[in-house]
């Protein structure tokens, strides 16, 4: 333990933290139309990411991280989303990652942490391939979409199901090494093009007992981390954590759209207001701010809401910030169409911020976690007593 304490420095403020954020997200703008242009992170985004120290806010303090709450990792991904989505999408996926990391058994938290207080992976959520119980472990083959930040990964956390001697399915998330899977190139998609979600390619990979979750435990915010690690960072259910570090990125840009059409009838008007500046553009305008600062204000409460019950939250909690998540996806993407759309033709060129704004957040609101409807029905459902399908809540 003598090298992880060494690691131990000040944690920074908050505010500081969201000013480290706010620059770095100017850097994601830039690096956008590269990011596009290769379907993946550019290195530079990433090492400028690494650089930053952000990616230690959820890190527990014993292996050198900041351990800071909720509600920091709330106004850094936000702040990091007003950038660029994509780089943004993987910036928070990482660091959310490394939280995880820390829900693992302590063995697995040494191995991961013992040279540096990070490290970079993706989590692919849909338990796909096959799981065969071995002496000491377990037998992991097959095929995981999805896999956001595999790009410059060092770990891997895919998830399975576990078939029980009792026949009892247990839906499982392993953690193994970069080095032991192989990636294909499959991201050819027309939104969030600069995360190079590829897919991952596992055969015949020996995972050992100390390298997997319960995932139930981790959503209900009781996974074998919470007794090596007593701060309440730990026995947060995973839910609201995973879908705020994919919501952000969606609000983030929709304030990001709103400052640039602004800017755009700020333009006009010193022009001598010849085009789309009228009643109709204020109008346009205030609806937009307005509906932004209700997203913001939503989220707002439901991160207090989670650090005020965390592990003593119920089903309904978590259905109905799911709902709440999935809300605010679908009003950012509304604001960022609309605003597009009062913006003229010229924000629909390729390279135009707004217009890959658009695209990219109707790829994030086509997400599972992100399904309205299904979201809605899933908490009425629960509202009623009624039995619910599902592994997220």
Same mark, same amino acid.
């Given at each position: 333990m003598t090298k992880q304490?060494?690691? *131990?420095s000040p944690v920074p403020t908050k505010s500081d933290l969201?000013?480290?954020?706010? $620059? =770095?997200?100017?850097?994601?703008?830039?690096?956008?139309?590269?990011?596009?242009? *290769?379907?993946?992170?550019?290195?530079?985004?990433?090492?400028?990411?690494?650089?930053? $120290? =952000?990616l230690k806010i959820l890190v527990p303090r014993v292996y050198g991280g900041f351990e800071c709450d909720f509600d920091t990792f709330f106004e850094v991904g936000l702040a990091l989303s007003e950038g660029d989505a994509s780089l943004a999408w993987v910036s928070n996926f990482y660091i959310e990652h490394v939280w995880i990391f820390s829900l693992f058994p302590k063995e697995l938290q040494d191995e991961v942490f013992a040279d540096r207080s990070y490290a970079l992976a993706p989590s692919m959520l849909s338990p796909n391939g096959k799981v065969t119980r071995v002496d000491g472990g377990y037998r992991l083959n097959g095929r995981w979409s999805w896999s956001t930040g595999i790009m410059h990964a060092e770990w891997i956390l895919p998830s399975a199901i576990v078939v029980q001697e009792d026949g009892k399915k247990i839906p499982m998330m392993f953690a193994l090494p970069r080095s032991e899977v192989e990636v294909e190139d499959v991201w050819f998609i027309d939104g969030m093009r600069g995360?190079?979600?590829?897919?991952?390619?596992?055969?015949?990979?020996?995972?050992?007992?100390?390298?997997l979750v319960p995932f139930q435990d981790m959503v209900e915010g009781k996974a074998p981390g919470v007794k090596q690690h007593p701060g309440p960072l730990y026995k947060t259910p995973m839910l609201p954590m995973l879908a705020l570090a994919a919501a952000m990125p969606a609000l983030g840009q929709a304030r990001a759209a709103l400052r640039m059409y602004k800017e755009k009838l700020e333009e006009r008007l010193e022009n001598g207001g010849t085009r789309r500046v009228g009643s109709a553009s204020y109008m346009r305008l205030?609806?937009?701010e307005v509906r932004v600062e209700?997203?913001?204000?939503?989220?707002?409460?439901?991160?207090?809401?989670?650090?005020?019950?965390?592990?003593?939250s119920t089903r309904t909690d978590r259905t109905r910030w799911?709902?709440?998540?999935a809300y605010a996806v679908d009003q950012s993407k509304r604001v960022i169409g609309d605003l597009c759309e009062a913006a003229g033709a010229s924000s629909h060129f390729e390279k135009n911020r707004m217009g890959r704004a658009v695209r990219?957040?109707?790829t994030v609101g086509s997400h599972i976690v992100f399904d309205l409807d299904a979201r809605l029905e899933l908490h009425g459902t629960q509202l009623l007593g009624q039995e619910i399908p599902g592994i997220l809540v």
């Open positions: 304490r060494d690691m *131990i969201v000013e480290r954020a706010r $620059e =770095l997200a100017k850097l994601f703008a830039q690096e956008a139309d590269e990011a596009e242009n *290769i379907r993946r992170p550019t290195d530079r985004a990433v090492e400028a990411l690494c650089s930053s $120290e =952000l995360t190079g979600s590829n897919d991952v390619i596992i055969e015949d990979v020996f995972v050992p007992d100390g390298r205030a609806h937009a209700q997203t913001y204000s939503m989220l707002s409460n439901l991160v207090k809401e989670v650090m005020e019950i965390r592990e003593k799911a709902v709440q998540l990219d957040i109707n």
